[in-house]
Nanobody, 128 residues
Framework: QVRLAESGGGSVQAGESLRLSCAAS????????MSWFRQAPGKGREGVAG????????YLADSVKGRFTISRDNTKNIMYLQMNSLKPEDSATYYC?????????????????????WGQGTQVTVSS
């Protein structure tokens, strides 16, 4: 059973940084697609960043390129999202998601319905 647990959310001022972590357990394969999604009140779930754990191939939404970085530590089974230059529009609940045994495709990584496992979410609030 795959389990995901996010941490690292909080409240910051615009321009500041946060790092989110997603601790994963239960993976059988070395190849897994792990991604970050976010959802603001009244909006749909948006793909923020994805990474294939074996290859390290990374994908970022255009809205966060140049500000956010995704990475993973395969020895600890932890995925990170480093968020710099945060903006008020980045405020949302951030979710970690996983597709065990799959690589993240360049488009497919954004399809939330393909992910079978989700964390509980962590809140990020950015004030101006």
């Amino acid at each position: 059973q795959v389990r995901l647990a996010e941490s690292g959310g909080g409240s910051v001022q615009a321009g500041e940084s946060l790092r989110l972590s997603c601790a994963a357990s239960g993976f059988i394969s070395a190849t897994n697609c792990m991604s970050w999604f976010r959802q603001a009140p009244g909006k749909g779930r948006e793909g923020v960043a994805g990474i294939t754990t074996s290859s390290g191939n990374e994908y970022l939404a255009d809205s966060v390129k140049g500000r956010f970085t995704i990475s993973r530590d395969n020895t600890k089974n932890i995925m990170y999202l480093q968020m710099n230059s945060l903006k008020p529009e980045d405020s949302a609940t951030y979710y970690c998601a996983a597709r065990p045994g799959a690589s993240c495709g360049s488009f497919e990584w954004t399809y939330h319905f393909l992910y079978g496992y989700w964390g509980q979410g962590t809140q990020v609030t950015v004030s101006s």
